[in-house]
T-cell receptor, first 115, second 109 residues
Framework: ETGVTQTPRHLVMGMTNKKSLKCEQHLGHNAMYWYKQSAKKPLELMFVYSLEERVENNSVPSRFSPECPNSSHLFLHLHTLQPEDSALYLC??????????????FGDGTRLSIL | GQNIDQPTEMTATEGAIVQINCTYQTSGFNGLFWYQQHAGEAPTFLSYNVLDGLEEKGRFSSFLSRSKGYSYLLLKELQMKDSASYLCAVVDSNYQLIWGAGTKLIIKP
């Protein structure tokens, strides 16, 4: 098993659909992250689960809803998305104390296209 | 505001040396990361600097000057497989990771 696995790799959905992105890490890490990556822009941190606490970014629209049932799995539930939400969604994990000094291990991402 | 600056794109020749710069203005500093990302793939960790100086790891080296708010990634003996984007990220005073937009490195034969 590779370190961080994301499914699906590609997703095309309409604005009224509901879908979920899945992430699984096999590294025994204690923190997991969702990022949005758009062309020529910095990675945008969306959500963090660290030591089973959710750290929320208040600028993320409510049409994105994370779920972390355990330390190995992370979901991002999507509903009524907008065309500007089309991007690469990356999941990452790390073994991190509060100082964020541990490197993050990324999955290959889900390429999301909103029609 | 917080800002990480990297060149958008660089071109270098196979076998040569290239230096990718990163300057930062952040609320505090608690470390700096470099990641490599090939097109369509996951970013992968390259280096972490928290003290001033040069860290060497094979063909790749990373340098940090905290007083200047500056880091660079040095790639030696360039290979075609080094064509990728290189991302700089800084841990700020709140231990949040601030990312640069990345530098796309193109290697020509």
């Amino acid at each position: 098993e590779t370190g961080v696995t994301q499914t699906p790799r590609h997703l095309v959905m309409g604005m009224t659909n509901k879908k979920s992105l899945k992430c699984e890490q096999h590294l025994g890490h204690n923190a997991m992250y969702w990022y949005k990556q758009s062309a020529k822009k910095p990675l945008e941190l969306m959500f963090v689960y660290s030591l089973e606490e959710r750290v929320e970014n208040n600028s993320v629209p409510s049409r994105f809803s994370p779920e972390c049932p355990n330390s190995s799995h992370l979901f991002l539930h999507l509903h009524t998305l907008q065309p500007e939400d089309s991007a690469l969604y990356l999941c990452a994990s790390s073994q991190s104390d509060r100082d964020n000094s541990g490197p993050q291990h990324f999955g290959d991402g889900t390429r999301l296209s909103i029609l | 505001g917080q800002n990480i600056d990297q060149p958008t794109e660089m071109t270098a020749t196979e076998g040569a040396i290239v230096q990718i710069n990163c300057t930062y203005q952040t609320s505090g500093f608690n470390g700096l990361f470099w990641y490599q990302q090939h097109a369509g793939e996951a970013p992968t960790f390259l280096s972490y600097n928290v003290l001033d100086g040069l860290e060497e790891k094979g063909r790749f080296s990373s340098f940090l000057s905290r007083s200047k708010g500056y880091s660079y990634l040095l790639l030696k003996e360039l290979q075609m497989k080094d064509s990728a984007s290189y991302l700089c990220a800084v841990v700020d005073s709140n231990y949040q990771l601030i990312w640069g937009a990345g530098t796309k490195l193109i290697i020509k034969p």
